[in-house]
């Protein structure tokens, strides 16, 4: 079993649609929770941190469920230009402090 | 500020060939990994520094990929020979400091051995 799982998608939604993705984790000594975005091409870019109590920056909500291990990505009104690659990322101690990506989950938003 | 930046962008080489990656990380970040990411899959961390040290180095091939980080600073990593599986994209990334802080990736190189 992979330390970090994505569902690969794709997730085809229309645009306005509510979207969420799951990532769970393997490691329950997993201290550190992030969301990255990587546009086909490009380098993936931090698309927010995940906090033990959830957070929120405009459409995007993330949130952490530590006792099922798993964390989640929900974005609301979806836009054409949120098509792209959703990374997790987890950072699992006791492995030096070491970032464990997924694989990644793909939406593409239609119009 | 500057991001991470990575050369060269692009590089094709036959097989048997050595490549080499460079990259100069966001100033002021200590730590600096090295990534390898396949298409369609997540990046996999290769190596990661702190300051000078290579600190995790569990996921590198050391039968023929090396890497180092003079002065703390800039870094490469090279590959001699290089095979075909090693057609992928590297990615060099930094951040304050392990564990809590996130990562900044530079544009990577897009390697491909023919």
């Known amino acids: 079993r992979k330390e970090v799982e994505q569902d690969p998608g794709p997730f085809n939604v229309p645009e306005g649609a509510t979207v969420a993705f799951n990532c769970t984790y393997s490691?329950?000594?997993?201290?550190?929770f992030f969301w990255y975005r990587q546009d086909c091409r490009k380098e993936p870019k931090l698309l927010m941190s995940v906090y033990s109590s959830g957070n929120e920056d405009g459409r995007f909500t993330a949130q952490l469920n530590r006792a099922s291990q798993y964390i989640s990505l929900l974005i609301r009104d979806s836009k054409l230009s949120d098509s792209a690659t959703y990374l997790c990322a987890v950072n699992i101690r006791g492995a030096g402090n070491m970032l464990t990506f997924g694989g990644g989950t793909r939406l593409m938003v239609k119009p | 500020e500057a991001g991470v930046v990575q050369s060269p962008r692009y590089k094709i080489i036959e097989k048997k060939q050595p490549v080499a990656f460079w990259c100069n990380p966001i100033s002021g970040h200590n730590t600096l990994y090295w990534y390898r990411q396949n298409l369609g899959q997540g990046p996999e961390l290769l190596i990661r520094y702190e300051n000078e040290e290579a600190v995790d180095d569990s996921q590198l091939p050391k039968d023929r990929f090396s890497a180092e980080r003079l002065k703390g600073v800039d870094s490469t990593l090279k590959i001699q020979p290089a095979e075909l599986g090693d057609s992928a994209v590297y990615l060099c990334?930094?951040?304050?400091?392990?564990?809590?802080?996130?990562?900044?990736f530079g544009n990577g190189t897009r390697l491909t051995v023919t």
């Open positions: 990334a930094s951040s304050l400091m392990a564990g809590s802080s996130p990562l900044h």
């Open positions: 490691n329950s000594a997993s201290q550190s």
